[in-house]
């Protein structure tokens, strides 16, 4: 038996450690939240029982290792994770006679901030809990951080960076693409407080939510007093004009209420939050209880116990998208959660559809994930008789099952399908592509049903279908005249706007900027770039490298952006060819900067002096730009194998810049 309970908890491991990567690292769900935690519940009450605890256990190990792209730094002290429970009286009780701060637990990203004499210095992410991922440009940018404060001795704090629901709602709305849609503002925040360009951060509205204070110097090396409360610290950072998470008072009689008000404010609550967190207000008593290997004993995370509701599942329908991914959404009979009533709920992709068993018929408990999100919790049935699509929805064409890293998903192979006709016209026209007034989507449907535009060089020959087209419903002269005025206008444009247009899966209207920049705004060289070249381009991952080459290697794509581009005027930038002092050189930017805002700053004088800057240090490197080059970085070493001269921004201005 003991035997069969061992291969069980290393089952459990090895799925919920794929979870978590998934999760964190590459902003996926393979797995429900729900299953996750009743799984690592399961995986916890094992351990116990055997008293076993395996190296790579998910109860012991905080997070994943922070991605390359960014300097990575170990923190003062670990970040650990709070224990959690879903009983309100096991949080009561918790609080044994003694009195606490309950608060909300914010769902985005931890963030430590650090501040010397009154100047923000540094931020780094919570990382794997003892090494993370230094943002400060970014986190300069987030819309309520002060960059000074009046305290001017040094001061180290953490909270939370987070996106607001109405903020991810409009983010979200201005993304033709249904597959390119962030999936939960968790996902959007992560990716935005982590970007190589922090305008782009600037431009996703994040927030930082502070939650507890790590330190306080003052000026002569005395630590602050606090008179040992940890309400005290809070209103301190909130005269320092920090946003401070929203809190209540309590002890074992009145958490109660405190947790009822929290409740209901959820519904309501733009900031996305996935329970609370009940932390002792005499920060010495905190202090004593010391740690486990994972969790502090000074705070307990309280998740919401979700209303769940069964009902019966009556369909599931799938939902065709430009990129050809096709999306699985469960319809079941109405049932009553959290106050309104919910008949659909959004099953991922097929790795979920596989793991909840589902079949048409079947009884399923369904819940809102942090009181919002429609969810199927578990399937009673699990009669896993659910027949997966082989042909597209909308154009009864081909389907295939595809995996992308853990997950796997539907997508239709069917290059004329409707659906991604309809949604690739419409990124082609929208406003940060060739912005084309007038053609809305019920409009690109008519032009393509009557087969007047069958792909992207049609839309310049509308004159030949003047006659057919001005008698078109909700059409005339003047609409006509007007359209063709627009697309007359849309025609010079720019090769950023083109790229960003043509859909490439992932490349969106920034990406398409960096490619078109690294290759000189020249067409040509786009199509021929290899995928290493490609993903060399700091922001441009493996993915999208690989989504560029697998477009252009496309023979039908290749002879569409031919056709196009000799019925497009495309504007090429101005260049001071007598400034172009570093042409031909190849530089690698890593580590913090002192003099410009952010590397993305560096690289842009760099390429408009002609140089070209990579991610990667190779043979073919000119010099790496490190402020420190005494590290043990990858980099850094790599530079040293190959002979590579490692130089400070000074060094680079001195000799480059004069």
């Given at each position: 038996m003991s035997d069969n309970k061992m291969d069980r908890m290393k089952e459990l491991v090895n799925v919920l450690s794929k979870a978590s990567e998934a999760y964190y690292a590459k902003d996926e769900e393979i797995i429900s939240n729900y299953e996750y935690d009743k799984l690592y519940?399961?995986?916890?009450m094992l351990e116990k029982e055997l008293g076993i605890t395996l190296s790579n256990s998910p109860t012991v190990k905080v997070g994943y290792e922070a991605v390359d792209e960014l300097p990575k730094e170990?923190?003062?002290?670990?970040?650990l994770s709070l224990d959690k429970t879903k009983?309100?009286?096991?949080l009561a009780g918790w609080l044994n006679g003694h009195e606490g701060i309950l608060s909300w637990k914010l769902d985005g990203l931890t963030v430590v901030l650090t501040y010397n004499k009154g100047e923000l210095i540094k931020a780094v992410t919570r990382g794997n809990g003892e090494i993370g991922e230094v943002i400060t440009p970014n986190?300069?940018?987030?819309?309520?951080?002060?960059?000074k404060i009046s305290f001017k001795g040094s001061l180290v704090l953490r909270g939370e960076a987070v996106i607001s629901y109405p903020d991810f709602e409009e983010i979200n709305r201005k993304i033709t693409n249904d597959a390119d849609k962030y999936k939960n503002p968790r996902n959007l925040c992560s990716g935005s407080v982590r970007q190589l360009n922090n305008k782009?951060?600037?431009e996703r509205n994040v927030r930082f939510i502070a939650f507890n204070m790590v330190s306080a110097v003052c000026e002569d090396g005395s630590e602050k007093d606090f008179g040992n409360s940890r309400e005290a610290t809070f209103r301190f950072l909130e005269e320092q004009g920090f946003e401070v998470v929203e809190r209540r008072f309590v002890d074992e009689n009145s958490i109660f209420e405190a947790i009822e008000y929290f409740a209901k404010k959820i519904e309501n609550y733009e900031i996305p939050s996935d329970g609370l967190v009940l932390t002792y207000e005499d920060i010495a008593y905190g202090a004593s209880l010391g740690r486990t290997a994972k969790f502090p004993r000074h705070s307990i995370a309280f998740k919401w116990a979700d209303e769940t509701a069964e009902t019966t599942l009556r369909e599931v329908e799938w939902s065709a998208s430009r990129t050809g991914l096709i999306n699985p959404v469960a319809i079941f009979d109405p049932v009553e959660l959290e106050g309104t009533t919910v008949s659909r709920a959004s099953v991922h992709?097929?790795?979920?559809?596989?793991e909840l068993k589902l079949g048409i018929g079947d009884r399923i408990t369904v819940y809102k994930a942090n009181m919002i999100i429609p969810q199927i919790a578990e399937n009673l049935t699990g009669s896993g008789s659910l027949v997966i699509p082989k042909v597209c929805p909308v154009c009864g064409g081909p389907t295939e099952i595809r995996a992308l890293n853990e997950a796997q998903s539907l997508y239709c192979l069917n290059e004329d399908c409707p659906a991604k006709q309809i949604k690739a016209f419409s990124q082609f026209v929208s406003r940060e592509a060739l912005n084309i007034d007038g053609l809305s989507e019920a409009t690109l449907e008519k032009l393509i049903d009557f087969g007047f535009i069958k792909s992207f060089p049609d839309l310049f020959e509308l004159e030949k279908h003047k006659e057919n087209i001005v008698r078109l419903e909700g059409f005339g002269e003047k609409s006509y005249d007007n359209l063709i005025s627009s697309i007359e206008?849309?025609?010079h444009t720019t090769l950023p706007r083109v790229i960003f247009g043509l859909g490439i899966s992932g490349i969106g209207s920034a990406n398409a900027k960096l490619i078109c920049k690294a290759y000189d705004y020249d067409l040509e060289k786009i199509i021929e770039a290899k995928r290493e070249d490609l993903f060399a381009i700091d922001g441009i991952g493996d993915v999208m490298a690989g989504a560029v080459c697998g477009f252009f290697e496309n023979e039908?794509?290749?002879?569409?952006?031919?056709e196009l581009s000799h019925k497009l005027d495309i504007e090429k930038p101005m260049v001071n060819a007598d400034a172009q002092n570093l042409s031909g050189m190849i530089f690698v930017v890593t580590g913090s900067l002192n003099h410009f805002e952010n590397r993305n700053a560096l690289k842009e004088i760099i390429e408009s002096k002609g140089g070209k800057v990579t991610g990667s240090v190779t043979g073919k490197t000119s010099a790496l730009i490190n402020n420190d080059n005494t590290s043990n970085s990858t980099k850094n070493k790599t530079a040293k194998e190959l002979g590579i001269p490692i130089i400070t921004e000074e060094e680079f201005m001195g000799k480059y810049l004069q």
């Open positions: 519940d399961e995986l916890v170990r923190h003062e002290s670990p970040m009983s309100r009286e096991e986190a300069r940018v987030f819309v309520n951080v002060p960059t782009i951060t600037a992709n097929v790795s979920i559809v596989r206008k849309a025609s039908r794509n290749l002879e569409m952006v031919r």
